[in-house]
């Protein structure tokens, strides 16, 4: 009567598991150039005020059928009021969010597509001057 009982001890655990590891979603498969900028994004997470002053900065990277990075990814461009310490840290940043994220898992077809391109990827942090309307000299003045 024992005997079977120290078996379900050991089983019942493994089966959870089991159960536990398909309930998790298979990553979503990156179908489109907006997927991947959207995917990159969202694993950039920008070093905190205290450490950094906010900065645009832009990485060049290209990537393979599977989604791995191809070659070195390279810096492009940062803001040019940036000072060294913030330059160093968003460049930290960027490359973690690459380690992070990659590899890209691409569809077939996305895979083949984009395989050996370059992509500029830019990472806005400033804040931006909200766009003025601009006057059109050529409409009438609107009167009431």
């Known amino acids: 009567m024992l005997r079977g009982k120290p078996f379900l001890w050991f089983?019942?655990?493994?089966?959870?598991?089991a159960c536990a590891a398909?309930?998790?979603?298979?990553?979503?498969?990156?179908?489109?150039?907006?997927d991947i900028?959207?995917?990159?994004?969202?694993?950039?997470?920008?070093?905190?005020?205290?450490q950094a002053n906010p900065i645009d900065i832009t990485v060049i990277?290209?990537?393979n059928r599977q989604g791995a990075i191809l070659?070195?990814?390279?810096?492009?461009?940062?803001?040019?009021q940036a000072s060294d310490n913030d330059r160093l840290q968003?460049?930290?940043?960027v490359m973690e969010a690459l380690q992070r994220c990659t590899p890209l898992p691409f569809t077939e077809a996305l895979g083949g597509a984009v395989a050996g391109r370059p992509f500029a990827i830019p990472f806005r942090t400033r804040k931006r001057q909200p766009k003025t309307e601009e006057r059109r000299a050529w409409l009438p003045p609107k009167i009431l």
């Open 11 to 17: 089983a019942a655990p493994l089966m959870l598991l």
């Open 22 to 34: 398909q309930a998790q979603p298979a990553p979503e498969k990156l179908d489109t150039l907006k």
């Open 37 to 50: 900028l959207v995917r990159l994004h969202s694993c950039f997470k920008p070093p905190p005020l205290s």
């Open 61 to 63: 990277v290209s990537f």
């Open 71 to 80: 070659g070195q990814p390279r810096i492009t461009y940062e803001t040019e």
């Open 90 to 93: 968003y460049r930290i940043a």
